[in-house]
């Protein structure tokens, strides 16, 4: 069977051994310019500075295999000892390599046979020593730049990666909770009047379809709007006239992007602890603007004292999630830079969205109307909003 092997080239390896050739080629090349205006001698000065320039590119690619194993494994106390003494004895092999290639050939290559010849190599250990000194101090600058660029990417991966699983882990809270509530209207439904049963469960479907398709954390502000009417639909079935519904929509906000079902939490908050509450029911407000820089998409609802709402409304279902689950969307979408609170006025509860906004861009739905003087915005085509008259 014929093996087939890829190599794969790496960047960093490339980059090391263009930079390693090039430099200490154009340190032979000064070399040589330099020491034939001393001694005027061409051939000779050729021969050693091209030994001297072969042996120090062997011996600091063998100095940069002690660095990479210990990068970043030791203080700096440590490296710097490190880089001291191996220099040292990438120095002290430069000079055998010189000594194991010039002394054999002296005659051949000075034309005459020194004696004092390894003292004279010894005595170039010190400037040796330097100048790989040098080269490891630059080398392993420039290694543990990059290994902590590395690493802060591989962090930040690892953060978003997390992030990105706790939202889905957060969106798969708000399913089942909303099916939980919308199936149990629907129950109610079936004996009662079955064709409004069946608008129901249409309009549940149409909720489930856009709930369900999670590869986008943020949808328009349009979509989400949506899916709250279709929600308020089938709570509509329910409460009948104890449910009335009023909006106050800015229409530059309707292109903005919002966390998917947030405002169908809120609301959903607001019915259960507010409008259920009630024997004659009441308004829910919704209300989205903007102010200087900032988007509030606001939910209002009346509630009774007695009700106990003002206890209740840290969350939207008894498990906790809902509300709690908003804050940790927010803190992970938007950091500090979105805001959710609770405030309590006259029997109502103000729950307000803090958001940041561009509204440059906006998209702006031509779907969408607002109707008569109370503000009143419904999408068109959505005929489960029958019984909210126009």
Known sequence: MDRKFKMKSNPSSTLFWLLQIGGWGCFTLLNIVVRVQLNGRLSTEIITSTVLGLALLL???????????????????????RIIVGSLFAALLTCLLLLAVIYPNQELIFAQKIDDLPLMLALNLPTLWLLLLFWSA???????????????????????????????????????????????????????????????????????????????????????????????????????????????????????????????LLVEN???????????????????????????????????????????????????????????????LYGNEATFRLEHQHQQVHAILRLPTNTQGAIYPKSFELHGGDKRMRPHGLSSLRDWGE
């Open 59 to 81: 011996s600091s690619s063998l100095l940069r295999q002690m660095h990479k194993k210990y990068l970043g494994k030791e203080g700096n106390a440590s490296t710097v000892i």
């Open 138 to 264: 630059i080398y392993v600058a420039i290694a543990r730049q990059r290994q902590l660029k590395r690493e802060q990417q591989s962090k930040a991966l690892l953060n978003k990666s997390l992030q990105s699983a706790e939202l889905d882990l957060l969106m798969n809270q708000i399913n089942p909770h909303f099916v939980f509530n919308a199936l149990n209207n629907i129950r109610a439904l079936v004996l009662e009047d079955t064709e409004r049963a069946r608008d129901a469960i249409t309009s549940l479907s149409d909720v489930l379809r856009n709930t369900m398709q999670q590869d986008t954390k943020l949808v328009l502000f349009q979509d989400e709007l949506v899916v709250v009417e279709q929600y308020l639909a089938l709570n509509t079935l329910q409460f009948e006239q104890r449910l009335q519904i009023e909006w106050h929509i800015d229409d530059v906000t309707l292109g903005l992007q919002i966390p998917r079902m947030v405002l169908q």
């Open 270 to 332: 607001a019915i259960k602890h507010g409008i259920a509450k009630l024997r004659d029911g009441g308004v829910i407000i919704i209300r989205s603007y903007i102010e200087g820089e900032t988007w509030f998409v606001e939910v209002c609802n009346p509630f009774s004292a007695s009700s106990e709402q003002s206890t209740k409304i840290s969350s939207a279902s008894e498990n906790g999630i809902g509300i709690s689950n908003i804050n940790k969307r927010l803190a992970l």
